[in-house]
């Protein structure tokens, strides 16, 4: 009988035994994929191969400069807000965010502190190279996400030449920071561009611990006019010809409120441009088609 008794109780622990194993391995079993940092840097070898399979390849590159923004905004103002857009983007739609790249056009701010303008050549090689290298580790559609104002020929250029050669991957450029319209009322009295209110207000989101709106209002963010051209003729000195002091509007009228709606348009707006993306076949399809065709143009039909 004590035998009896002790051997109910064996079974009954073992039973409890296995039992607490099998709900151990539910509890595994129900829980969703491990959490992935979107953050390429922060990841282990075996956690980035995971990474590019569940971004389906599709990796974001912010894209910034180091140069002045007005008295009140730190130099790194356009890869702060950047970063910060497409981080908190691909957390929504997963991506891999590639590192902080600041290697931009910005040779109008060279007689400003701080400003680091590499060479056009280099720029551009460089940028070839690290979307080469991104693509060589799997990320066959790379979106870059644009900081900076002064980048817009240059990026868009930089995507005209991937027609040069063939590559086996893709480069989407998002190149839009606010909403045209919506959100609360704005207050500026002059060009709202270049540590403006748009973008004080979206660095008092991304890095408030940076920004010294007591200085916003000690130089002047107004345009300078001191050429005497039409609108669409260009030269490479309008810049410094408008806004010699690298700030281009009132950041002083700047709320937070206004940053937090612009912010949350730019996230989704990014996470809206994964998405498209990933589901995006066709370009790819048509950048073969086309590097296979310009091998003989003569043999190409209309
Ligand atoms: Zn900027």
């Not at 027609?163 to 060009?191: A, Q, W």
């Not at 509007?249 to 940053?259: I, R």
């Amino acid at each position: 009988m004590l035998f009896k008794i002790r051997g109910m109780k064996t079974i009954l622990a073992i039973a409890f035994f296995l039992c607490s194993l099998s709900t151990i391995a539910k509890s595994q079993s129900n829980a969703t994929a491990p959490q992935l940092s979107v953050h390429w840097e922060e990841l282990t070898a075996a956690d980035f191969r995971e990474g590019i399979h569940r971004s389906q390849g599709t990796c974001v590159l912010p894209f910034g400069i180091l140069e002045k923004h007005g008295p009140h905004l730190p130099l790194g103002t356009d890869l702060f807000n950047a970063r910060y857009a497409a981080l908190h983007a691909a957390e929504k739609e997963y991506a891999l965010v590639f590192p902080e790249y600041y290697f931009g056009q910005i040779g109008e701010a060279r007689h400003e502190p701080g400003t680091i303008a590499y060479s056009h050549d280099l720029q551009l090689a460089l940028l070839q190279e690290t979307t080469d290298e991104m693509a060589r580790n799997g990320c066959k559609k790379i979106i870059i996400v644009n900081g900076h104002g002064g980048n817009e020929w240059m990026l868009r250029y930089f995507a005209q030449t991937q027609l040069e050669k063939p590559h086996d991957y893709v480069v989407y450029l998002f190149d839009k920071r606010s909403p045209d319209k919506g959100g609360p009322p704005k207050k500026s009295s002059i060009t709202n561009w270049h540590a403006g209110e748009d973008e004080t207000a979206k660095m008092m989101i991304a890095r408030p611990d940076t920004v010294h709106m007591d200085r916003a209002a000690t130089e002047s963010g107004a345009d300078q006019h001191r050429q005497n051209l039409a609108d669409d003729v260009y030269t490479g000195i309008w810049w410094y010809a408008r806004w010699p002091g690298h700030y281009s509007g009132e950041g002083a009228v700047a709320t937070e409120e206004l940053g937090q709606f612009q912010m949350d348009w730019w996230v989704n707006a990014v996470a809206d441009v994964i998405r498209a993306v990933k589901a995006d076949d066709v370009s790819l399809e048509l950048q073969n088609e086309f590097y296979e065709k310009s091998r003989h143009p003569l043999e190409t039909q209309p």
